[in-house]
């Protein structure tokens, strides 16, 4: 495997550890991807899916009414 130069990283989309979560669901949609890279600098923290953030979000009890 070749090694990725600096101009090949930049074209990755990505998240930043400080960023919020609404932020990353726009960036979800905006780019047509499913999971992000979450960095801040050079350091990868790891990375986020859209399940990550909706399982929540589903999971959650219905509301009887």
Not at 9 to 28: G, I, P, Q, T
Request: charged content about 20%; hydrophobic content about 40%; glycine content about 4%.
């Amino acid at each position: 495997v070749d090694e990725m130069n600096y101009a090949d990283w930049r074209k990755v989309v990505s998240v930043n550890l400080a960023d919020s979560v609404s932020h990353c669901v726009d960036v979800f949609f905006k780019h047509n991807v499913r999971h992000l890279p979450v960095i801040d600098g050079s350091h990868l923290y790891g990375t986020v899916s859209l399940r990550d953030i909706l399982r929540p979000i589903l999971e959650q009890p219905h509301a009887s009414t």
